[in-house]
């Protein structure tokens, strides 16, 4: 089993659709998580970093359920822009490396 | 904005010649992970660099792979020799790292790797 998963997807969604993923990590000492985007052929770009509480940014909202182990992110009212590959990121302790998920690629449609 | 940099963007090769790609962080950044991104799946940490020192080796297949940051700032990977299953995009990234927060990793537009 892998340390992170990630649903693969694609997820395809009209424009104006809620779309969620999820994302479960094994080691429960993480204690740093975070989604990225990737556009095709690009680098990962930071997206928004996980609280314990729940944090928002616009139409993005990220959750963490550390009885569970894992992470989501809710986009709301998608957009074409938002096409690409979401990839969770999981760190254990400050210091530690960053496990990533094999993402999860959203194609938005008109 | 600061960037991270990095060279070349692209390099195709023949099976067992040497590579080498180059890496430099956010002015600042202590912190240097090198990551090999197959195409469908996430990025794995080859190595992580604190200043010049080595923090993290482990997933390094050290038999044909080589990284050096030597004076704490930029950093080169280097494969020799390299096989087919290396072609990868390979990821530089670089943090602040600063006690206390989130530490938040920035990612360079990586280097395309063919292996032929």
């Known amino acids: 089993r892998k340390e992170v998963e990630q649903d693969p997807g694609p997820f395809n969604v009209p424009e104006g659709a809620t779309v969620a993923f999820n994302c479960t990590y094994s080691?429960?000492?993480?204690?740093?998580f975070f989604w990225y985007r990737q556009d095709c052929r690009k680098e990962p770009k930071l997206l928004m970093s996980?609280?314990?509480s729940g944090n928002e940014d616009g139409r993005f909202t990220a959750q963490l359920n550390r009885a569970s182990q894992y992470i989501s992110l809710l986009i709301r009212d998608s957009k074409l822009s938002d096409s690409a590959t979401y990839l969770c990121?999981?760190?254990?302790?400050?210091?530690?490396?960053?496990?990533f998920g094999d993402g999860t690629t959203l194609t938005v449609k008109p | 904005e600061a960037e991270v940099a990095q060279s070349p963007r692209y390099k195709i090769t023949e099976k067992s010649q040497a590579v080498a790609f180059w890496c430099d962080p956010i002015s600042g950044h202590a912190t240097l992970y090198w990551y090999r991104q197959i195409l469908g799946q996430g990025p794995e940490l080859l190595v992580q660099?604190?200043?010049?020192?080595?923090?993290?080796d482990s997933q390094l297949p050290k038999d044909r792979f080589s990284a050096e940051r030597l004076k704490g700032v930029d950093s080169t990977l280097k494969i020799q020799p390299a096989e087919l299953g290396d072609s990868a995009m390979y990821l530089c990234?670089?943090?602040?790292?600063?006690?206390?927060?989130?530490?938040?990793?920035?990612f360079g537009p990586g280097t395309r790797l063919t292996v032929l």
């Open positions: 080691n429960s000492a993480s204690q740093s």
């Open positions: 990234a670089s943090s602040l790292r600063l006690a206390g927060a989130v530490d938040t990793q920035y």
């Open positions: 990121a999981v760190k254990v302790g400050n210091a530690g490396k960053s496990t």
């Open positions: 996980v609280y314990s």
């Open positions: 660099f604190q200043d010049e020192s080595v923090v993290d």
